[in-house]
């Protein structure tokens, strides 16, 4: 719905650190946010800081780790999890695949 509004329909409230709800200042275009990805909207507009998971960034911080360690055990088992956690199309997920045969690591197993 925030890709459609006019310029100007919408209010972003934010929240300080004294818990203090205050009219968070927000990009201007004549377009609105026609352009804008979800992901954009998500952090310029709405101010969320993060948009993947505590899970996601536990499980790819360790299958990055098992790489750089070439831990062959460690990242299949990382991998697994991510390509069920990621959506079927993503792109990340051959990334990935790629990623861990390049220390020796199957896909297929």
């Known amino acids: 719905m925030i890709q459609v509004a006019e310029p100007n329909e919408l209010i972003s409230l934010g929240l300080n650190e004294e818990n203090i709800v205050y009219k968070r200042d927000l990009p201007s275009s004549s377009f609105g946010y026609q352009g804008w990805t979800v992901e954009e909207i998500l952090i310029d507009v ?19 780790e098992a790489l750089n360690k ?40």
């Open 46 to 64: 709405m101010g969320l800081q993060e948009t993947r998971s505590d899970t996601y960034i536990k499980v790819i911080r360790e299958f990055e």
């Open 70 to 109: 070439e831990d062959i055990a460690s990242a299949k088992k990382a991998y697994e999890i991510l390509d069920l956690m990621l959506h079927p199309r993503n792109p990340l997920k051959k990334i990935l695949e790629i990623q861990l045969t390049t220390i020796g690591g199957d896909t297929d197993d």
